[in-house]
Protein backbone atom coordinates (compact mmCIF):
# COMPACT_ATOMS: atom_id res chain seq x y z
CA UNK A 1 0.00 0.00 0.00
CA UNK A 2 1.37 3.20 -0.83
CA UNK A 3 1.35 6.29 1.65
CA UNK A 4 -1.27 7.99 0.03
CA UNK A 5 -3.94 4.89 0.48
CA UNK A 6 -2.64 4.43 4.16
CA UNK A 7 -3.71 7.83 4.78
CA UNK A 8 -6.80 7.48 2.83
CA UNK A 9 -7.64 4.62 4.45
CA UNK A 10 -6.54 5.27 7.94
CA UNK A 11 -9.42 6.11 9.37
CA UNK A 12 -11.62 3.08 7.71
CA UNK A 13 -9.53 0.17 7.91
CA UNK A 14 -8.73 -0.08 11.51
CA UNK A 15 -11.69 0.68 13.27
CA UNK A 16 -12.31 -2.55 14.59
CA UNK A 17 -8.82 -3.44 15.29
CA UNK A 18 -4.79 -3.21 14.01
CA UNK A 19 -4.76 -4.96 10.70
CA UNK A 20 -2.30 -7.42 8.89
CA UNK A 21 -1.52 -4.95 5.78
CA UNK A 22 0.81 -2.35 7.42
CA UNK A 23 4.81 -1.80 6.73
CA UNK A 24 5.12 -2.54 10.53
CA UNK A 25 3.26 -5.30 10.60
CA UNK A 26 5.89 -6.75 8.63
CA UNK A 27 8.34 -5.51 10.66
CA UNK A 28 6.81 -7.35 13.70
CA UNK A 29 7.11 -10.81 11.90
CA UNK A 30 10.42 -10.00 10.51
CA UNK A 31 11.67 -9.41 13.76
CA UNK A 32 9.70 -11.87 16.07
CA UNK A 33 8.79 -14.96 13.91
CA UNK A 34 11.70 -17.50 14.51
CA UNK A 35 12.35 -21.18 13.85
CA UNK A 36 9.14 -23.08 14.54
CA UNK A 37 6.99 -20.32 15.26
CA UNK A 38 7.72 -19.13 11.36
CA UNK A 39 7.13 -22.83 9.72
CA UNK A 40 3.86 -22.33 11.25
CA UNK A 41 3.14 -19.25 10.83
CA UNK A 42 3.44 -19.86 7.11
CA UNK A 43 1.07 -23.28 7.02
CA UNK A 44 -1.24 -20.58 8.49
CA UNK A 45 -0.74 -18.17 5.78
CA UNK A 46 -1.03 -20.92 3.10
CA UNK A 47 -4.00 -23.07 4.38
CA UNK A 48 -6.13 -19.82 5.80
CA UNK A 49 -8.88 -17.70 4.07
CA UNK A 50 -7.18 -14.29 4.35
CA UNK A 51 -8.81 -11.42 5.97
CA UNK A 52 -7.91 -8.42 7.27
CA UNK A 53 -8.25 -9.04 11.11
CA UNK A 54 -7.16 -12.16 11.21
CA UNK A 55 -5.23 -14.34 8.46
CA UNK A 56 -1.72 -13.68 8.75
CA UNK A 57 -2.25 -13.79 11.98
CA UNK A 58 0.45 -11.85 14.93
CA UNK A 59 1.92 -14.94 15.46
CA UNK A 60 1.25 -18.44 16.99
CA UNK A 61 0.00 -19.38 20.12
CA UNK A 62 1.07 -22.89 22.32
CA UNK A 63 -0.37 -22.05 25.43
CA UNK A 64 -3.04 -19.62 27.14
CA UNK A 65 -3.25 -19.63 30.60
CA UNK A 66 -4.44 -17.29 33.47
CA UNK A 67 -4.05 -13.62 32.24
CA UNK A 68 -0.80 -14.93 29.78
CA UNK A 69 -0.62 -16.27 26.03
CA UNK A 70 2.63 -18.21 25.48
CA UNK A 71 3.65 -18.12 21.57
CA UNK A 72 5.82 -21.06 20.06
CA UNK A 73 8.92 -19.60 21.01
CA UNK A 74 8.15 -19.53 25.04
CA UNK A 75 7.26 -16.14 25.26
CA UNK A 76 4.56 -14.98 27.37
CA UNK A 77 2.57 -11.94 26.88
CA UNK A 78 0.06 -10.39 29.66
CA UNK A 79 -3.06 -10.85 27.24
CA UNK A 80 -4.83 -7.31 27.27
CA UNK A 81 -7.64 -8.24 24.75
CA UNK A 82 -8.40 -12.31 24.90
CA UNK A 83 -11.11 -11.57 22.46
CA UNK A 84 -13.12 -11.26 26.03
CA UNK A 85 -13.27 -15.05 26.63
CA UNK A 86 -10.83 -14.46 29.64
CA UNK A 87 -12.59 -12.83 32.42
CA UNK A 88 -12.16 -16.33 35.08
CA UNK A 89 -8.38 -16.74 33.07
CA UNK A 90 -7.44 -18.47 30.13
CA UNK A 91 -7.94 -22.39 31.01
CA UNK A 92 -9.00 -21.81 34.68
CA UNK A 93 -8.75 -24.57 36.55
CA UNK A 94 -12.18 -25.13 38.04
CA UNK A 95 -13.24 -24.43 34.53
CA UNK A 96 -11.23 -27.09 33.21
CA UNK A 97 -12.54 -29.68 36.65
CA UNK A 98 -15.94 -28.89 35.04
CA UNK A 99 -15.73 -29.98 31.76
CA UNK A 100 -13.66 -33.22 32.66
CA UNK A 101 -16.41 -34.20 35.41
CA UNK A 102 -19.36 -33.15 32.43
CA UNK A 103 -17.11 -35.50 30.32
CA UNK A 104 -17.01 -38.87 32.84
CA UNK A 105 -20.48 -37.94 32.92
CA UNK A 106 -20.92 -39.42 28.89
CA UNK A 107 -23.47 -36.11 28.17
CA UNK A 108 -21.66 -33.68 26.32
CA UNK A 109 -24.05 -32.95 23.35
CA UNK A 110 -28.03 -32.70 24.10
CA UNK A 111 -30.49 -33.34 20.84
CA UNK A 112 -32.69 -30.57 20.50
CA UNK A 113 -36.28 -31.63 22.16
CA UNK A 114 -34.33 -33.15 25.08
CA UNK A 115 -32.80 -31.35 27.80
CA UNK A 116 -30.01 -31.84 31.07
CA UNK A 117 -29.36 -30.85 34.00
CA UNK A 118 -26.17 -28.44 33.46
CA UNK A 119 -28.59 -26.53 31.05
CA UNK A 120 -31.70 -25.77 33.30
CA UNK A 121 -29.15 -24.45 35.89
CA UNK A 122 -27.20 -22.44 33.98
CA UNK A 123 -30.74 -21.08 33.06
CA UNK A 124 -31.23 -20.85 36.56
CA UNK A 125 -28.70 -19.22 37.70
CA UNK A 126 -28.50 -16.74 35.10
CA UNK A 127 -32.39 -15.75 36.07
CA UNK A 128 -30.63 -15.78 39.51
CA UNK A 129 -27.62 -13.40 38.84
CA UNK A 130 -29.33 -10.92 36.11
CA UNK A 131 -31.14 -8.17 37.33
CA UNK A 132 -34.44 -6.43 37.06
CA UNK A 133 -36.92 -9.64 36.46
CA UNK A 134 -34.76 -10.79 34.06
CA UNK A 135 -35.66 -14.94 34.05
CA UNK A 136 -35.84 -16.71 30.94
CA UNK A 137 -33.20 -17.87 28.99
CA UNK A 138 -32.34 -19.00 25.18
CA UNK A 139 -28.97 -20.38 24.41
CA UNK A 140 -26.57 -20.78 20.99
CA UNK A 141 -22.92 -21.08 20.27
CA UNK A 142 -21.75 -17.74 19.66
CA UNK A 143 -22.63 -14.28 20.26
CA UNK A 144 -22.84 -13.43 16.83
CA UNK A 145 -26.21 -15.84 16.74
CA UNK A 146 -27.40 -14.74 20.17
CA UNK A 147 -27.52 -11.23 18.47
CA UNK A 148 -29.80 -12.20 15.90
CA UNK A 149 -32.18 -14.24 18.79
CA UNK A 150 -32.03 -10.77 20.20
CA UNK A 151 -33.62 -9.38 17.26
CA UNK A 152 -35.82 -12.31 16.08
CA UNK A 153 -37.32 -11.66 19.46
CA UNK A 154 -37.77 -8.23 19.38
CA UNK A 155 -39.36 -8.41 15.90
CA UNK A 156 -41.81 -10.78 17.50
CA UNK A 157 -42.72 -9.22 20.64
CA UNK A 158 -43.47 -5.79 18.61
CA UNK A 159 -44.61 -7.22 15.05
CA UNK A 160 -41.98 -4.37 13.81
CA UNK A 161 -38.79 -4.88 11.90
CA UNK A 162 -36.70 -1.80 12.13
CA UNK A 163 -33.58 -1.28 14.77
CA UNK A 164 -31.64 1.59 15.77
CA UNK A 165 -28.36 0.81 16.49
CA UNK A 166 -25.19 2.90 16.73
CA UNK A 167 -22.18 4.20 14.74
CA UNK A 168 -18.90 2.76 15.14
CA UNK A 169 -20.36 -0.15 17.26
CA UNK A 170 -19.87 -4.19 16.48
CA UNK A 171 -22.34 -6.50 17.67
CA UNK A 172 -21.02 -9.53 15.03
CA UNK A 173 -20.54 -11.27 11.61
CA UNK A 174 -23.75 -12.61 10.55
CA UNK A 175 -26.03 -10.52 8.48
CA UNK A 176 -28.36 -9.30 11.08
CA UNK A 177 -25.17 -8.44 13.31
CA UNK A 178 -23.34 -6.40 10.83
CA UNK A 179 -26.11 -4.43 9.69
CA UNK A 180 -26.47 -3.26 12.82
CA UNK A 181 -22.80 -2.72 13.71
CA UNK A 182 -21.46 0.62 12.90
CA UNK A 183 -18.37 -0.11 10.86
CA UNK A 184 -18.04 0.51 7.21
CA UNK A 185 -15.09 -2.68 7.84
CA UNK A 186 -18.09 -5.21 8.00
CA UNK A 187 -20.19 -4.14 5.72
CA UNK A 188 -18.43 -2.35 2.83
CA UNK A 189 -19.04 -4.37 -0.48
CA UNK A 190 -21.65 -6.91 0.59
CA UNK A 191 -24.59 -5.22 -1.05
CA UNK A 192 -27.81 -3.83 0.42
CA UNK A 193 -27.88 -4.75 4.47
CA UNK A 194 -30.93 -6.05 5.91
CA UNK A 195 -33.52 -3.20 5.90
CA UNK A 196 -34.55 -0.87 8.65
CA UNK A 197 -31.39 -0.69 10.47
CA UNK A 198 -30.97 3.09 11.24
CA UNK A 199 -28.27 4.41 12.92
CA UNK A 200 -27.70 7.15 16.25
CA UNK A 201 -24.61 8.51 17.61
CA UNK A 202 -23.31 7.13 21.01
CA UNK A 203 -22.82 10.17 23.79
CA UNK A 204 -18.84 10.61 23.41
CA UNK A 205 -17.86 13.30 25.63
CA UNK A 206 -14.40 13.56 24.95
CA UNK A 207 -14.80 13.58 20.95
CA UNK A 208 -18.41 14.66 20.81
CA UNK A 209 -18.90 16.41 16.95
CA UNK A 210 -20.45 19.73 18.19
CA UNK A 211 -18.18 20.66 20.60
CA UNK A 212 -20.07 20.54 23.54
CA UNK A 213 -18.64 21.18 26.94
CA UNK A 214 -20.85 19.37 29.39
CA UNK A 215 -22.03 15.60 29.22
CA UNK A 216 -25.64 16.96 29.49
CA UNK A 217 -25.36 18.96 26.72
CA UNK A 218 -23.90 15.71 24.70
CA UNK A 219 -26.41 13.36 26.22
CA UNK A 220 -29.66 15.73 25.60
CA UNK A 221 -28.18 16.42 21.73
CA UNK A 222 -28.31 12.29 20.93
CA UNK A 223 -31.01 11.45 22.95
CA UNK A 224 -32.92 14.58 20.39
CA UNK A 225 -31.51 12.75 17.31
CA UNK A 226 -32.50 9.42 18.60
CA UNK A 227 -36.02 10.85 19.24
CA UNK A 228 -35.80 12.24 15.47
CA UNK A 229 -35.36 8.48 14.44
CA UNK A 230 -38.17 7.22 16.48
CA UNK A 231 -40.54 9.74 14.62
CA UNK A 232 -39.43 9.96 11.25
CA UNK A 233 -38.83 6.14 10.95
CA UNK A 234 -41.80 5.06 13.00
CA UNK A 235 -42.60 1.63 14.31
CA UNK A 236 -39.17 0.49 15.67
CA UNK A 237 -39.02 -2.89 17.24
CA UNK A 238 -35.56 -2.18 19.62
CA UNK A 239 -32.69 0.36 19.98
CA UNK A 240 -29.59 -2.09 20.48
CA UNK A 241 -26.22 -0.93 22.09
CA UNK A 242 -23.55 -2.22 24.18
CA UNK A 243 -24.41 -0.23 27.51
CA UNK A 244 -20.51 0.96 27.34
CA UNK A 245 -19.56 1.30 24.11
CA UNK A 246 -16.22 -0.85 23.18
CA UNK A 247 -13.42 1.88 22.66
CA UNK A 248 -14.73 2.44 25.63
CA UNK A 249 -17.15 5.27 25.85
CA UNK A 250 -18.74 5.25 29.56
CA UNK A 251 -22.10 6.79 29.17
CA UNK A 252 -23.90 8.69 31.69
CA UNK A 253 -26.84 6.88 33.86
CA UNK A 254 -29.09 9.73 32.69
CA UNK A 255 -28.30 8.78 28.75
CA UNK A 256 -29.21 5.43 29.49
CA UNK A 257 -32.63 6.25 31.29
CA UNK A 258 -33.21 8.67 28.50
CA UNK A 259 -32.84 6.33 26.26
CA UNK A 260 -34.77 3.88 28.22
CA UNK A 261 -37.95 6.20 28.07
CA UNK A 262 -37.46 6.88 24.45
CA UNK A 263 -37.92 3.07 23.75
CA UNK A 264 -41.24 2.88 26.10
CA UNK A 265 -42.92 5.93 24.52
CA UNK A 266 -42.02 4.42 21.09
CA UNK A 267 -43.34 1.16 21.93
CA UNK A 268 -39.44 -0.53 21.36
CA UNK A 269 -37.47 -3.03 22.70
CA UNK A 270 -34.40 -2.20 24.52
CA UNK A 271 -31.32 -4.33 24.07
CA UNK A 272 -28.27 -4.52 25.70
CA UNK A 273 -24.97 -6.26 24.07
CA UNK A 274 -22.96 -7.64 27.02
CA UNK A 275 -21.11 -9.69 25.20
CA UNK A 276 -17.76 -8.32 25.92
CA UNK A 277 -19.20 -6.33 29.38
CA UNK A 278 -20.88 -9.26 31.00
CA UNK A 279 -20.05 -11.26 34.13
CA UNK A 280 -18.07 -8.66 36.06
CA UNK A 281 -15.56 -6.78 33.55
CA UNK A 282 -16.80 -3.70 34.50
CA UNK A 283 -16.70 -4.39 38.27
CA UNK A 284 -20.26 -5.18 38.12
CA UNK A 285 -21.65 -8.95 37.55
CA UNK A 286 -23.37 -6.98 34.44
CA UNK A 287 -22.47 -3.77 32.95
CA UNK A 288 -26.61 -2.98 33.08
CA UNK A 289 -26.44 -2.19 36.80
CA UNK A 290 -24.92 0.57 36.19
CA UNK A 291 -27.28 1.88 34.28
CA UNK A 292 -31.35 0.33 33.58
CA UNK A 293 -32.40 -3.10 32.82
CA UNK A 294 -33.12 -3.70 29.48
CA UNK A 295 -35.88 -5.99 27.83
CA UNK A 296 -33.35 -8.04 26.70
CA UNK A 297 -29.29 -8.69 27.89
CA UNK A 298 -27.14 -10.24 25.28
CA UNK A 299 -24.14 -12.36 26.64
CA UNK A 300 -21.59 -14.52 24.92
CA UNK A 301 -17.36 -15.18 25.05
CA UNK A 302 -16.99 -15.73 28.83
CA UNK A 303 -19.59 -17.79 29.07
CA UNK A 304 -17.81 -20.37 27.19
CA UNK A 305 -15.34 -20.52 30.01
CA UNK A 306 -12.53 -18.95 28.79
CA UNK A 307 -11.74 -22.43 27.53
CA UNK A 308 -12.16 -21.45 23.64
CA UNK A 309 -12.81 -24.77 22.75
CA UNK A 310 -16.46 -23.82 24.16
CA UNK A 311 -18.06 -21.27 22.21
CA UNK A 312 -21.51 -19.82 24.62
CA UNK A 313 -23.84 -17.46 24.16
CA UNK A 314 -27.10 -16.75 24.48
CA UNK A 315 -30.11 -13.98 25.73
CA UNK A 316 -31.91 -13.43 28.91
CA UNK A 317 -35.29 -11.43 28.87
CA UNK A 318 -38.35 -11.17 30.86
CA UNK A 319 -41.59 -13.55 31.73
CA UNK A 320 -43.39 -11.18 29.47
CA UNK A 321 -41.92 -11.73 25.92
CA UNK A 322 -42.00 -15.94 26.48
CA UNK A 323 -44.17 -15.44 23.41
CA UNK A 324 -42.73 -17.55 20.80
CA UNK A 325 -45.18 -20.60 21.14
CA UNK A 326 -45.41 -21.24 17.68
CA UNK A 327 -42.21 -19.61 15.82
CA UNK A 328 -38.67 -20.56 16.67
CA UNK A 329 -35.83 -17.62 17.06
CA UNK A 330 -32.52 -19.80 18.21
CA UNK A 331 -32.89 -23.23 16.42
CA UNK A 332 -29.81 -23.77 16.60
CA UNK A 333 -27.78 -27.39 17.11
CA UNK A 334 -25.93 -26.48 20.23
CA UNK A 335 -28.92 -24.78 21.91
CA UNK A 336 -28.72 -26.52 25.38
CA UNK A 337 -25.09 -28.25 25.36
CA UNK A 338 -24.22 -29.63 28.35
CA UNK A 339 -20.65 -29.39 28.02
CA UNK A 340 -20.80 -26.03 27.25
CA UNK A 341 -23.44 -25.43 29.90
CA UNK A 342 -21.40 -27.01 32.64
CA UNK A 343 -18.16 -24.52 31.83
CA UNK A 344 -20.65 -21.53 32.20
CA UNK A 345 -21.66 -22.70 35.02
CA UNK A 346 -18.10 -23.19 36.40
CA UNK A 347 -17.11 -19.74 35.34
CA UNK A 348 -19.65 -17.71 36.72
CA UNK A 349 -19.62 -19.49 40.19
CA UNK A 350 -15.88 -18.88 39.90
CA UNK A 351 -16.16 -15.02 39.51
CA UNK A 352 -19.06 -14.96 42.49
CA UNK A 353 -17.02 -16.74 44.99
CA UNK A 354 -13.66 -15.05 44.17
CA UNK A 355 -15.76 -11.68 43.81
CA UNK A 356 -13.95 -11.37 40.75
CA UNK A 357 -16.50 -7.90 39.66
CA UNK A 358 -15.43 -6.43 42.75
CA UNK A 359 -12.06 -6.98 42.10
CA UNK A 360 -12.34 -5.83 38.31
CA UNK A 361 -13.88 -2.85 39.92
CA UNK A 362 -11.18 -1.85 42.76
CA UNK A 363 -7.98 -2.67 40.02
CA UNK A 364 -10.24 -0.54 37.90
CA UNK A 365 -10.08 2.93 39.39
CA UNK A 366 -6.63 2.18 40.08
CA UNK A 367 -5.82 1.39 36.49
CA UNK A 368 -7.35 4.73 35.79
CA UNK A 369 -5.75 6.77 38.06
CA UNK A 370 -2.08 5.16 37.42
CA UNK A 371 -3.16 5.93 33.90
CA UNK A 372 -4.59 8.95 34.31
CA UNK A 373 -0.85 10.18 35.79
CA UNK A 374 0.64 8.96 32.73
CA UNK A 375 -1.81 10.92 30.69
CA UNK A 376 0.24 14.18 32.28
CA UNK A 377 3.96 12.62 31.33
CA UNK A 378 2.78 12.08 27.71
CA UNK A 379 1.58 14.20 25.34
CA UNK A 380 0.11 11.63 23.38
CA UNK A 381 -2.06 10.49 26.01
CA UNK A 382 -5.02 12.15 24.80
CA UNK A 383 -7.97 11.06 27.34
CA UNK A 384 -8.15 7.54 29.55
CA UNK A 385 -11.59 6.37 30.05
CA UNK A 386 -13.38 2.96 31.17
CA UNK A 387 -15.10 1.34 34.19
CA UNK A 388 -13.83 -1.81 36.22
CA UNK A 389 -11.38 -3.81 33.79
CA UNK A 390 -12.53 -2.05 30.53
CA UNK A 391 -10.36 0.69 29.56
CA UNK A 392 -9.08 2.66 26.68
CA UNK A 393 -6.40 5.13 26.01
CA UNK A 394 -6.91 7.39 23.27
CA UNK A 395 -3.58 8.46 21.56
CA UNK A 396 -3.18 11.63 19.54
CA UNK A 397 -0.35 13.42 18.15
CA UNK A 398 -2.45 16.98 18.98
CA UNK A 399 -4.15 17.22 21.89
CA UNK A 400 -6.39 20.61 21.09
CA UNK A 401 -7.14 18.65 17.65
CA UNK A 402 -7.43 15.67 19.31
CA UNK A 403 -6.02 14.26 15.94
CA UNK A 404 -6.02 10.38 16.37
CA UNK A 405 -2.55 9.06 16.91
CA UNK A 406 -2.96 6.48 14.07
CA UNK A 407 0.67 5.55 13.16
CA UNK A 408 2.14 6.13 16.63
CA UNK A 409 -0.15 3.86 18.12
CA UNK A 410 0.64 0.94 16.15
CA UNK A 411 4.04 1.32 16.82
CA UNK A 412 3.14 1.78 20.53
CA UNK A 413 1.24 -1.82 20.28
CA UNK A 414 3.83 -3.53 18.47
CA UNK A 415 6.34 -2.30 21.01
CA UNK A 416 4.28 -3.48 24.17
CA UNK A 417 4.61 -6.88 22.42
CA UNK A 418 8.19 -7.12 22.29
CA UNK A 419 8.07 -6.01 25.60
CA UNK A 420 5.35 -8.77 26.74
CA UNK A 421 2.30 -7.14 26.49
CA UNK A 422 -0.32 -8.12 24.06
CA UNK A 423 -2.84 -5.09 23.35
CA UNK A 424 -4.87 -4.17 20.69
CA UNK A 425 -5.78 -1.07 18.85
CA UNK A 426 -9.36 0.49 18.26
CA UNK A 427 -10.58 2.89 15.82
CA UNK A 428 -7.16 3.15 14.72
CA UNK A 429 -5.59 5.16 17.60
CA UNK A 430 -6.95 3.49 20.94
CA UNK A 431 -5.07 1.39 23.02
CA UNK A 432 -7.24 -1.10 24.39
CA UNK A 433 -6.91 -2.87 27.75
CA UNK A 434 -9.04 -5.80 28.84
CA UNK A 435 -7.40 -8.22 31.04
CA UNK A 436 -8.62 -11.55 32.38
CA UNK A 437 -10.22 -10.58 36.15
CA UNK A 438 -7.63 -12.59 37.58
CA UNK A 439 -5.13 -10.29 36.99
CA UNK A 440 -3.50 -8.48 40.38
CA UNK A 441 -2.22 -5.44 40.89
CA UNK A 442 1.38 -5.95 40.88
CA UNK A 443 0.45 -7.95 37.22
CA UNK A 444 -1.38 -4.55 36.32
CA UNK A 445 1.57 -2.46 37.66
CA UNK A 446 3.74 -4.23 35.32
CA UNK A 447 1.91 -3.84 32.07
CA UNK A 448 1.12 -0.11 32.75
CA UNK A 449 4.99 0.44 33.25
CA UNK A 450 5.54 -1.43 29.67
CA UNK A 451 2.53 1.06 27.97
CA UNK A 452 4.93 3.95 29.93
CA UNK A 453 7.97 2.48 28.47
CA UNK A 454 6.65 2.31 25.22
CA UNK A 455 5.00 5.83 24.36
CA UNK A 456 7.90 6.91 26.03
CA UNK A 457 10.37 5.73 23.48
CA UNK A 458 7.40 6.69 20.34
CA UNK A 459 7.46 10.20 22.25
CA UNK A 460 11.24 10.45 22.18
CA UNK A 461 11.30 9.46 18.54
CA UNK A 462 11.82 6.20 18.00
CA UNK A 463 10.40 4.54 15.07
CA UNK A 464 9.34 0.70 14.83
C1 LIG B 1 -19.82 -6.51 21.45
C2 LIG B 1 -19.81 -7.76 20.62
N1 LIG B 1 -20.97 -8.27 20.20
C3 LIG B 1 -21.01 -9.39 19.46
C4 LIG B 1 -19.86 -10.08 19.12
C5 LIG B 1 -19.94 -11.34 18.28
O1 LIG B 1 -19.62 -12.45 19.06
P1 LIG B 1 -19.07 -13.78 18.35
O2 LIG B 1 -17.72 -13.47 17.81
O3 LIG B 1 -19.05 -14.80 19.46
O4 LIG B 1 -20.03 -14.14 17.27
C6 LIG B 1 -18.63 -9.58 19.54
C7 LIG B 1 -17.37 -10.27 19.17
O5 LIG B 1 -16.28 -9.74 19.21
C8 LIG B 1 -18.60 -8.38 20.32
O6 LIG B 1 -17.44 -7.86 20.73
Not at 194 to 202: C, M, T
Amino acid sequence: MDSQDRTKNKRIEREQGDVNTTADRQKYWERNLKDASKKWFDEDKKYFLHQSLSTPVLNVLSKARGIYIQDLNGKKYIDMHGNGVHNAGFNNPAVIEAVKKQLDEDLTFCPRRYTNIPAIELAKKLAEITPGGLCRSLFCPGGSEAIEMALMLAKQVTGRFKTISFWDSFHGAGRGAASIGGEEHFSGGFGPMVPGAYHAEFPNYYRNPWGFTSEEEVDAECLRQMELVLKRAPEMAAVIGEPISATPVVPSRRYWQGVKELCENYGALLIFDEIIEGFGRTGKLFACEHFVTPDILVLGKSMGGGLRLLPFAGIVTHEKYNICRHRSIGHYTHEKNALCSAAALAEINYIEENNLHEHAAELGDYTLQRLNELKEKHHLIGHVAGLGLHIGIDLVSNEKTKERAVDEAEIIMFKCLEKGLSTKTIEGNVLTLRPALVITRAEMDRAIDIIDQAIGEVEAGKKY
